[in-house]
């Protein structure tokens, strides 16, 4: 079993920046790939990046440019690196691990950390 426990959510005007964390129980070379999703309010959870443990990344359309996504193996810890929010980016971010086993993957899931931009 894989614990994340997601940091750094909270209230900030648009234009400001914002950096969360997701630490995890395990050695982050246990894990294939972590990633950032956000469920604004009223909608569903959406992609928002991942990255792999061998550095690739990937990011939803709207965020490219503006977020970035991190991993520090020595703190067990993925990032996501927030600039130039807006207030459709208001929502709660959630981060996910990704664990390959024999014939398919586990996942897990943070308990979610509230964004709340201001306008």
């Known amino acids: 079993q894989v614990q994340l426990v997601e940091s750094g959510g909270g209230l900030v005007q648009a234009g400001g920046s914002l950096r969360l964390s997701c630490a995890t129980s395990?050695?982050?070379?246990?894990?294939?790939?972590m990633g950032w999703y956000r469920q604004p309010p009223g909608k569903q959870r959406e992609l928002v990046a991942t990255i792999t443990t061998g550095g690739s990344t990937n990011y939803a359309d709207s965020m490219k440019g503006r977020f970035t996504i991190s991993m520090d193996n020595a703190k067990n810890t993925a990032y996501l690196q927030m600039n130039s929010l807006e207030a459709e980016d208001t929502a709660v971010y959630y981060c996910?691990?990704?664990?390959?086993?024999?014939?398919?993957?586990?996942?897990?899931w943070g308990q979610g950390t509230q964004v709340t931009v201001s306008s």
């Open positions: 996910r691990a990704e664990r390959l086993v024999l014939g398919g993957k586990f996942e897990y």
């Open positions: 395990t050695s982050i070379f246990g894990l294939h790939t």
